[in-house]
Nanobody, 115 residues
Framework: QVRLVESGGGLVQAGGSLRLSCATS????????MGWYRQAPGKQREFVVS???????QYADSVKGRFTISRDNAKNTVYLQMNSLKPEDTAVYYC?????????WGQGTQVTVSS
């Protein structure tokens, strides 16, 4: 069982920055694709960004150029640097670990961007 713990959410003004962290329960980053998803009130959970075990990244169009995913294998942690935040980025952000058809989710961290 993979355990994921997100942190770093909070309240920020539009144009500001936040860095989210996802701590994993073991040395899985060399084997799992990691991703961030978000869910705004009344909306479905949506893909934000992912990074494969080989380091390939994909970004949703809505965050390209503003968000950056990175990982520190030694710390078993994945990060999401979010810059130039907009009110529409407000959501609960979830960390995901995917391998061989199995998805694992964290509990989420709230990000609120005020206008």
């Amino acid at each position: 069982q993979v355990r994921l713990v997100e942190s770093g959410g909070g309240l920020v003004q539009a144009g500001g920055s936040l860095r989210l962290s996802c701590a994993t329960s073991g040395s899985i980053l060399s084997f799992y694709s990691m991703g961030w998803y978000r869910q705004a009130p009344g909306k479905q959970r949506e893909f934000v960004v992912s990074i494969t075990s080989g380091g390939m990244t994909q970004y949703a169009d809505s965050v390209k150029g503003r968000f950056t995913i990175s990982r520190d294998n030694a710390k078993n942690t994945v990060y999401l640097q979010m810059n130039s935040l907009k009110p529409e980025d407000t959501a609960v952000y979830y960390c995901n670990a995917f391998n061989r058809g199995t998805s694992n989710w964290g509990q989420g961290t709230q990000v609120t961007v005020s206008s």
